[in-house]
């Protein structure tokens, strides 16, 4: 059993900063916990930025520049950086891991964080 636990979220002025926390517990030794996906109401999940197990990082687009993902191995927990928030960030963002073992395709998520950027 692999859990998820996510934290931090919140309301934010635009401009303003959130630290996002993605703890992982249970059978962490099989899985990779690869970053942070978000779901704005009415839109598909998406990608907002991943980290390898070696360190390095792939983010979106519209975050680039503004957010940064960072790992505390022994911790077992994913940050987010959310700097220069837009009210287009809005949306629960969801920690997403995956197993190491080659092959495997499977998902574990969070339940997810809510985070509200206004204007």
């Known amino acids: 059993q692999v859990q998820l636990v996510e934290s931090g979220g919140g309301l934010v002025q635009a401009g303003g900063s959130l630290r996002l926390s993605c703890v992982a517990s249970?059978?962490?030794?099989?899985?990779?916990?690869r970053g942070w996906y978000r779901q704005a109401p009415g839109k598909q999940r998406e990608l907002v930025a991943v980290?390898?197990?070696?360190?390095?990082?792939n983010y979106a687009n519209s975050v680039q520049g503004r957010f940064t993902i960072s790992r505390d191995s022994a911790k077992n927990t994913v940050y987010l950086q959310m700097n220069s928030l837009k009210p287009e960030d809005t949306a629960v963002y969801y920690c997403?891991?995956?197993?190491?073992?080659?092959?495997?395709?499977?998902?574990?998520w969070g339940r997810g964080t809510q985070v509200t950027v206004s204007s």
């Open positions: 980290i390898s197990g070696g360190g390095s990082t």
């Open positions: 997403n891991a995956q197993p190491k073992a080659p092959g495997v395709v499977y998902n574990y």
């Open positions: 249970g059978n962490t030794f099989n899985i990779n916990v």
